[in-house]
């Protein structure tokens, strides 16, 4: 006969709607002014509250409750001057030569270049890793996608705490594994620089879509 699961009680916040509706839109209201910040002052940063954010991420859903992620804090100078150094060699080849006239159109609204500098100059980086399989080869699932949720809460609670952050993505990015010591089963993911924006420190004009243009009820 098969065991019964083991359960335990859910803790549940029940909330009346017109405090559902004031919640909801006041978080929308905050995710509004999340912006990618590419200007950052030198600034430290309380890693103490970055440790709690990535703790938040960690309490993300994930396929067959894996958790395949792990996110390395990098604080120490020597070590991001490492990854600007890496980023900006492989940035470099891509804008000069591995990217596509489409996609450098579709950049050139944002004013991005080769040069990281947001690499050295940001508070900390978070590197987030996705794990492939578990470190003894087992299966994950969904892995993508519950990375994704997870880096999400994570941008999500970095910005609720107050500090900027940019979704880096340096292309391709795998010598994150070598020069951060991850092992074989893990993929680097994305680099979150964290920190304050530069004085001064301006962003692009985006619009974003409209709720009517995303949304379809029925
Ligand atoms: C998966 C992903 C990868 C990204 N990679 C980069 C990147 O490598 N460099 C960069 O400057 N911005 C990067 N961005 C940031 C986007 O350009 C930015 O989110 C978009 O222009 C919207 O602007 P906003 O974040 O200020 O709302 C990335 C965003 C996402 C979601």
Redesign the pocket.
Known sequence: MKAEPETMELVFVRRDAADSIDRAWAYNLEMSR???V?DFSSETVPLEALRAAISAAGQAPSGANKQPWTFVLVSDPERRAAIRDAAEREEREFYERRASDTWLDDLAH?G?DWRKPFLTDAGALIVVFSQATDAQGGPHYYVRESVGIATGILLSALHLAGFAT?????SPMHFLRELLQRPANERAY?IIPVGYPADGCR??Q?KRRALADILVEM
């Open positions: 999340r912006r990618s590419r944002l991005t940019l979704t880096h993505t340096p994305m962003v692009p985006i």
